[in-house]
């Protein structure tokens, strides 16, 4: 029972790993991943759930990590190329921040059901192919260092949508690039650096409130332990997807992303029609 437990896990993280950082919906597919793995619904598999989204994240900051740490360096030199990257991200947090403040509760109670989710998916789908189609080809900045604030801000309403469960991160805010005139590489980094500070903030503020909450005291070892391996299998699997991501998207066109997310919300449809699946 124990190693079977450990092996959903993997499962689980393998998903967290490839989905987190395409266009298709992370959400869906662990959806689809909890119904048919039964991995359990206790307060540590819900933790375990976003903590191991920390490993995906990881695996960005260690793609990336020359040209973080010479974009940090520039800001903190009073370079120009360094005050409009962190400038940037810095007001590309603030609309998604603000609305998941405020909505926070409606979007738990409204939106995380198969339903909403299945539509987050084929509407996506749809401003997947209108954006692509229309913006795409008209790209005019090139470089998350060329970001301007106002670039920033309206892609960062762009990546509300993400609140909705189903829209996809990565894809609202790409959605949001080509519209600002962002390439498409441009865009699919911008989306990856937003989501470093996001993420580690959620996975942190989960693994805190766990760990001082009365549900730490029931935690097994074998948890842990399927903690640990997630943590690492989701960096390793994230890195391998992200690599192959940014050399899809420099040549190819993204819509292929857009057909998988009209299959996925059938399947979810479908199961929800054919075995009762409210997730």
Do not use: C
């Not at 976003?50 to 990881?58: E, H, P």
């Not at 900051?61 to 190329?81: P, Q, T």
């Not at 401003?127 to 604030?149: A, C, D, P, Q």
């Not at 903690?227 to 040549?251: H, T």
Request: net charge positive; glycine share 10%.
């Amino acid at each position: 029972m124990d190693l079977l437990y450990v092996l959903k896990g993997i499962i689980i993280a393998v998903i967290e790993g490839i989905t987190e950082f395409l266009p298709v919906s992370s959400t869906g597919h662990l959806i689809i991943a909890g119904h048919f793995l039964n991995f359990g619904s206790g307060e540590f598999e819900k933790m375990y759930m976003v903590v191991i989204q920390l490993g995906a994240i990881l695996a960005i900051i260690w793609l990336y990590r020359k040209k973080l740490i010479d974009l940090v360096s520039a800001f903190f030199k009073g370079e120009k190329r360094g005050r409009k990257f962190v400038l940037a991200i810095l007001i590309g947090m603030i609309p998604a921040f603000i609305f998941g403040f405020l909505l926070d509760d409606l979007i738990e109670a409204k939106l995380f059901n198969v339903l909403t989710v299945a539509l987050a998916l084929i509407f996506g789908a749809v401003m997947m192919l209108y954006f692509e189609g229309r913006y795409r080809n008209k790209s005019k900045t090139h470089g998350v260092e060329n970001i301007s604030g106002m670039q920033a801000i309206k892609i960062g309403l762009f990546q509300v949508m993400a609140l909705w469960p189903g829209m996809s991160r990565s894809a609202s805010t790409i959605m949001g690039g080509w519209q600002q005139g962002l390439d498409p590489e441009t865009a699919a980094e911008y989306s990856f650096f937003l989501a470093i500070p996001i993420m580690i903030g959620a996975s942190g503020l989960k693994l805190i409130k766990f760990i001082g909450g009365p549900a730490m005291s029931s935690a097994t070892g074998i948890q842990w332990l399927t903690l640990l391996i997630g943590f690492v299998v989701s960096f390793i699997v994230a890195v391998i997807v992200v690599r192959a991501f940014m050399n899809y998207i420099r040549k190819q066109p993204m819509r292929i992303f857009a057909y998988y997310r009209f299959i996925l919300a059938g399947i979810l449809l479908i199961l929800m029609l054919t075995t009762g699946l409210n997730a």
